[in-house]
Nanobody, 120 residues
Framework: QVQLVESRGGLVQAGGSLRLSCTAS????????MGWFRQAPGKPRELVAT???????NYADSVKGRFTISRDNAKSTVYLQMNSLKPEDTAVYYC??????????????WGQGTQVTVSS
């Protein structure tokens, strides 16, 4: 089966930086789009950034100019570089990927979630 494993998050002071990674493992044919979501307490999960297989990126307005999503197809890994962090960025961050296995239609997979806490 396919699995997405995220790096550890962390506790960062406001204005600081943190880099998250998410690596797909298992048997699959290809990874299509990948993305990062986050969920703060009492709030719905929201899309942070997406990146296509051709590395075309899109960002939520709240993180535009501060976060950068990238991917390394050879490593089946997506990254989220977070700069100028704000307390409102505090959330559990989830990796997501659309992955296709041979003989199957593409399916979405989720990472386990990692806590990012930004102190004021």
């Amino acid at each position: 089966q396919v699995q997405l494993v995220e790096s550890r998050g962390g506790l960062v002071q406001a204005g600081g930086s943190l880099r998250l990674s998410c690596t797909a493992s298992g048997r699959f044919f290809r990874i299509n789009a990948m993305g990062w979501f986050r969920q703060a307490p009492g709030k719905p999960r929201e899309l942070v950034a997406t990146i296509t297989s051709a590395s075309s990126a899109n960002y939520a307005d709240s993180v535009k100019g501060r976060f950068t999503i990238s991917r390394d197809n050879a490593k089946s890994t997506v990254y989220l570089q977070m700069n100028s962090l704000k307390p409102e960025d505090t959330a559990v961050y989830y990796c997501n990927a659309e992955i296709q296995r041979l003989g199957y239609a593409p399916s979405n997979y989720w990472g386990q979630g990692t806590q990012v806490t930004v102190s004021s």
